[in-house]
C-alpha cells in the first residue's frame, strides 16, 4: 500500500486545514485508515481513525476540533481540521492497518508526512 499525504501548511491559530490522502495498491475497502501526527522531540501521537464500518476514534486532544473521513471510491482520506493551535504544530502522517487501534505498531503502511504549522 502506498499512501501520499497533502494539505500541510502554515495557519494562524484558530484557523483551518483539510488534509487529504491517497492510498493506491492492495488497499482493499474493509480496512482501517489513520492519522497520527510527531512534533520535533515527541513521540508520534495518535489522532484518528476510521473502520471501514464501525466508525470513527479520535485522540482526546483533538476531540470536537478534528474530523476524520474517507471517499471510497476514490480511496482518499481526509482529516478536516478547525481551531486549531498551536500544540497542533507536527508532521501529520496517514496510515493505514486492519485493527482499529491507537498504536502505531498496528498500522502497516504509512505515507511519508505533510507539514503543519500553527503560528499563534
Known amino acids: 500500500v502506498q499512501l501520499q499525504a497533502s494539505g500541510g501548511g502554515l495557519v494562524q491559530a484558530g484557523g483551518s486545514l483539510r488534509l487529504s490522502c491517497v492510498a493506491s495498491?492492495?488497499?482493499?475497502?474493509?480496512?482501517?485508515m489513520g492519522w497520527f501526527r510527531q512534533a520535533p522531540g515527541k513521540e508520534r501521537e495518535f489522532v484518528a481513525a476510521?473502520?471501514?464500518?464501525?466508525?470513527?476514534y479520535y485522540g482526546d486532544s483533538v476531540k470536537g476540533r478534528f474530523t476524520i473521513s474517507r471517499d471510497f471510491a476514490k480511496n482518499t482520506l481526509f482529516l478536516q481540521m478547525n481551531s486549531l493551535k498551536p500544540e497542533d504544530t507536527a508532521l501529520y502522517y496517514c496510515?493505514?492497518?486492519?485493527?482499529?487501534?491507537?498504536?502505531?505498531?498496528?498500522?502497516?503502511?504509512w505515507g511519508l508526512g505533510t507539514q503543519v504549522t500553527v503560528s499563534s
Open positions: 476510521i473502520h471501514w464500518s464501525r466508525g470513527t
Open positions: 495498491g492492495r488497499t482493499f475497502s474493509r480496512n482501517v
Open positions: 496510515a493505514h492497518g486492519w485493527l482499529m487501534s491507537v498504536s502505531s505498531a498496528d498500522f502497516g503502511s
